[in-house]
């Protein structure tokens, strides 16, 4: 349970932000809202596979985004299982789970990020480790703004790193999803 928070104070740290930084959450960035939180604030498609990133405030500043600049970092020690396209960026696929409570089948997936290039699968990621830059919706003319998506999904059967695309993680019926919040 505490793991989330702690994760959000690394967001902050990795961005010169102040440690009283308020994260703000609208409803649709939670796991499994059918609500949007951008543009027309409508309906999702498919409920939502994990928790958005992106609105913060700053001691007595006004709310403000993470823009393409920001940097993500990892939430722990882990091994990169496999880098892939998603409706907007990369997403970097990690296992945390060998130095944690976590079973290796549990994974996190960081998504819409521009990944720094030498990550590759195979490669060990520190905890707090910068990882990426958040992907500039801009460049796909989306009413998106940049934000970090973070999905925690167990796995039912054991993967290889190629089969971990989001062919699979929006796939509920062969996923789990873990909320992020709760980790
Ligand atoms: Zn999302």
């Not at 700053?58 to 882990?78: V, Y």
Request: charged residues 25%; aromatic residues 12%; proline residues 4%.
């Amino acid at each position: 349970m505490e793991r989330f928070p702690q994760y959000l104070a690394a967001m902050a740290r990795a961005n010169n932000l102040e440690n009283r930084v308020q994260w703000l959450f609208y409803p649709g960035m939670l796991q499994d809202s059918s609500d949007k939180w951008w543009d027309d604030f409508g309906r999702r498609t498919t409920a939502h596979e994990g928790i958005d990133i992106c609105f913060f405030k700053e001691n007595k500043k006004k709310i403000t985004h993470l823009t393409k600049w920001a940097q993500i970092p990892a939430m722990d020690k882990g091994l990169i299982l496999n880098r892939c396209e998603d409706f907007l960026g990369e997403s970097l696929v990690i296992t945390h789970g060998k130095f944690d409570r976590f079973s290796p089948e549990v994974i996190f997936v960081y998504s819409h990020l521009k990944i720094k290039k030498d990550l590759t699968p195979g490669c060990w990621v520190q905890k707090d480790q910068i990882i990426a830059r958040i992907f500039d919706t801009s460049l796909k003319q989306s009413k998106l703004p940049p934000h970090l998506h973070i999905s925690c999904i167990e796995l039912s059967k054991k993967k290889t790193g190629d089969d971990l695309t989001w062919n699979l993680f929006s796939d509920r019926k062969k996923v789990n999803l873990i909320n992020p919040v709760f980790i």
